[in-house]
T-cell receptor
Framework: DVKVTQSSRYLVKRTGEKVFLECVQD?????MFWYRQDPGLGLRLIYF???????EKGDIPEGYSVSREKKERFSLILESASTNQTSMYLC??????????????FGPGTRLTVL | GESVGLHLPTLSVQEGDNSIINCAYSNSASDYFIWYKQESGKGPQFIIDIRSNMDKRQGQRVTVLLNKTVKHLSLQIAATQPGDSAVYFC?????????FGEGTQLTVNP
């Protein structure tokens, strides 16, 4: 079974703090993704990565950065946390498949509250 | 832009009944579709997928139907159980990116 783990289930931070969310997958997947999930807005893609040291902006990258130094690990960084970044953050990974049939597997999520 | 949407935000069924969750998509170039189940406080869990060149696929107690003519996708759950209560998302896959619908909350009444 694919296993995607996230470093924290719940996190509380203060406005202006630098926040690191870590994600690790154990299936040697090339692709990794960070989403946030908010009521009424669904899942929105923040950043993704196709390979080590590669990153691509998703639909809402503002206020976030990412790091992928190793294939199995993808970190999401909030340089200066703000209250509007309070959300559920979900990491996912997928094995690249020809024909555009990648299935993404998700971690359990990190619920971040910024006070 | 392209979007994937769900017809109903909530669905309530009796235990043992069959459930049907619908999804409309707008990207006619979509390669692949996935249904996910998300229980409260957990990440989305893969249920079943279907390629764009298929119109039906069956799994254990679940069936996905794809109607490309009207760009409609449905998830059928047979003999719905209390453990099926969750939010169900369809996702449209184009390349390696997913576009999600907002989700349908399925509630199973005992």
């Amino acid at each position: 079974d694919v296993k995607v783990t996230q470093s924290s289930r719940y996190l509380v931070k203060r406005t202006g703090e630098k926040v690191f969310l870590e994600c690790v997958q154990d299936m040697d997947h090339e692709n990794m993704f960070w989403y946030r999930q908010d009521p009424g807005l669904g899942l929105r893609l923040i950043y993704f990565s196709y390979d080590v040291k590669m990153k691509e902006k998703g639909d809402i990258p503002e206020g976030y950065s990412v790091s992928r130094e190793k294939k199995e690990r993808f970190s999401l960084i909030l340089e200066s946390a703000s209250t509007n970044q309070t959300s559920m953050y979900l990491c996912a990974s997928s094995l690249w498949a020809s024909g555009g049939t990648d299935t993404q597997y998700f971690g359990p999520g990190t619920r971040l509250t910024v006070l | 832009g392209e979007s994937v949407g769900l017809h109903l935000p909530t669905l309530s069924v009796q235990e043992g009944d069959n459930s049907i969750i619908n999804c409309a998509y707008s990207n006619s170039a979509s390669d692949y579709f996935i249904w996910y189940k998300q229980e409260s406080g957990k990440g989305p869990q893969f249920i079943i997928d279907i390629r764009s060149n298929m119109d039906k696929r069956q799994g254990q107690r679940v069936t996905v139907l794809l109607n490309k003519t009207v760009k409609h996708l449905s998830l059928q759950i047979a003999a719905t159980q209390p453990g099926d209560s969750a939010v169900y998302f369809c996702a449209d896959v184009s390349g390696s990116r997913l576009t999600f619908g907002e989700g349908t909350q399925l509630t199973v009444n005992p």
